[in-house]
């Protein structure tokens, strides 16, 4: 009777173990499967930008800018600022002045003579009148004044570089006189302001 008790009681023991160990694998497996984290490949910032060839990379604008090169004074014709000067003054009834707006500033020439980019400095305008005669300076510093008045109405922010520039009046008369001015914006601004008119703004505007 004691040894039926005891093989029974071993029985009930086994199953059990067994019965634990079971419960035991499966919870270390589920365990497992809610931790696990599927392995995915490193991703280095490099490998976040995109290819690009390195041919002819010199062509390209973003290159430019770092290509080796030399500083060179230079101008460039400016259409659309000239035009919109003359449409100024046309709508003012001057209709003998042909305007021309100029940058100036600086080519980057590299060492094979490609020009990559110019830096404008300032803008020069230069304004070319036909007048009948040049012997009244009086009628010719009025009309220098209500020139440039029209023309200040362009900012000089307004044009390229950072620099006001340089503004040139030529006066060609019938009998094909010339009378040159060439003054800096800035200065012509001032004393056109302080109201000066006539002959005596005619004197000025040659003194530079």
Not at 56 to 62: A, D, R, T
Not at 141 to 152: D, E, P, T, Y
Request: proline residues 3%; charged residues 25%; hydrophobic residues 40%.
């Amino acid at each position: 009777m004691k040894k039926n008790f005891y093989a029974i009681f071993l029985t009930g023991l086994i199953i059990a173990g067994w019965l634990s160990s079971c419960q035991i694998l499966q919870i270390s497996q589920t365990f497992t499967e809610k931790t696990t984290v599927t392995p995915t490949a490193f991703v280095s910032q490099t490998d976040l930008i995109p290819e690009t060839s390195t041919e002819n990379q010199s062509i390209h604008p973003e290159n430019r800018s770092e290509t080796p090169c030399a500083y060179m004074w230079a101008n460039q014709f400016l259409p659309e600022e000239s035009r919109k000067i003359e449409k100024l003054l046309i709508q003012a009834e001057f209709e003998n002045v042909r305007v021309v707006a100029e940058a100036f500033g600086e080519n980057c020439v590299t060492a094979a003579g490609e020009n990559i980019r110019f830096a404008a400095m300032q803008t020069d305008l230069r304004l070319f009148v036909k007048v009948q005669s040049l012997s009244n300076q009086t009628e010719l510093g009025n009309l220098a004044g209500r020139l440039l008045k029209i023309v200040f109405e362009i900012s000089s922010n307004d044009l390229p570089g950072t620099q006001p520039g340089y503004i040139g009046i030529q006066f060609t008369s019938d009998q094909d006189e010339v009378l040159n001015l060439w003054f800096k914006r800035d200065w012509a601004e001032e004393v056109l302001e302080s109201g000066i008119r006539g002959e005596e703004l005619l004197r000025e505007l040659q003194k530079k």
